[in-house]
């Protein structure tokens, strides 16, 4: 059963599509990293160990429902067989199959918030969800060539044609208590999904960080982002001035983690 939390009336609901190794070794991916922050992030995440020593990571998505309500579905994940991530991710994904164990039918979903372009994060992106906006932000369509080359044809084109492509410009609010954050830095458009409920805030991330490396050290780099000065910039802000939340993220093998980390 799909992992949830709740905040005030709003379900915040853990869609895993999948989990495998990384392509590269750990250190690669985090090239700065020093070995006492490994020894603190295997600590706060120890299952992201693999079992050859590399870094072992989920791919997730969220889906966010205020009681039997339309569904916000935050980012797509790796996809079917076919998908434009079988290059590297461990496709078929199984999000058709967490939704249904979710009981959240793929008809009521009205807005999927696509966080980037890369393609672990769009791959059952389209008919699937055939009643829902796709929300995407105009600097991320701006920069198309960063991308897999088949995105236009395989995935943005027919979500144009269909009406289905919602581009917007920066921090946007959804519905009540339901904001998009502009997050820039991994991509140029990244986008993150905040959860506010009285005084409690959860924070759909994105690839704002990836790895629990990175909330041992917020400045540390990984190795996959387009721009890493404003990828740092980003997530020193959000991870300071948003706090306390719980980090809703895609690649953490635990969905939903505090930050401030309990000591
Ligand atoms: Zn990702």
Redesign the pocket.
């Given at each position: 059963m799909p992992l949830t939390h709740t905040l005030g009336s709003i379900t915040i609901t853990a869609l895993l599509d999948g989990a495998g190794s990384f392509f590269q070794p750990r250190a690669q991916a985090f090239p700065d990293a020093t070995e006492a922050q490994w020894r603190e992030a295997d600590r706060r995440d120890p299952d992201a160990v693999g079992p050859d020593g590399g870094w072992w990571l989920p791919?997730r998505a969220f889906a966010l429902r205020r009681d039997d309500g339309p569904v916000v579905l935050v980012d797509a994940g790796i996809g079917p067989a076919d998908a434009l991530a079988a290059s590297w991710a461990p496709v078929p994904g199984r999000l058709p199959e967490e939704l249904s164990a979710a009981g959240i039918d793929p008809a009521d979903v009205r807005t999927v918030v696509l966080t980037?372009l890369?393609t672990?994060?769009v791959g059952w992106a389209g008919p699937l969800f055939g009643n829902a906006d796709h929300l995407v932000q105009r600097a991320e369509l701006a920069a198309l060539e960063l991308f897999h080359p088949e995105l236009p044809a395989r995935l943005l084109g027919p979500l144009r044609a269909a009406g289905r492509l919602r581009v917007v410009d920066g921090d946007t609010e959804l519905t009540p208590g339901v904001r998009v954050l502009s997050t820039p830095g991994h991509t140029p458009g990244h986008q993150s999904v905040l959860v506010e409920q009285g005084d409690d805030r959860l924070l759909v991330t994105?690839?704002l960080l990836?790895h629990a490396i990175q909330l041992v050290d917020p400045s540390l780099p990984y190795a996959h982002e387009e721009n890493p000065p404003e990828a740092r910039r980003t997530r020193e802000h959000v991870l300071r001035t948003l706090t306390p939340v719980l980090l809703a993220t895609?690649?953490l093998t635990t969905p939903f983690t505090p930050h401030p980390h309990p000591a």
């Open positions: 791919f980037h890369h672990d994060h994105g690839d990836v895609p690649h």
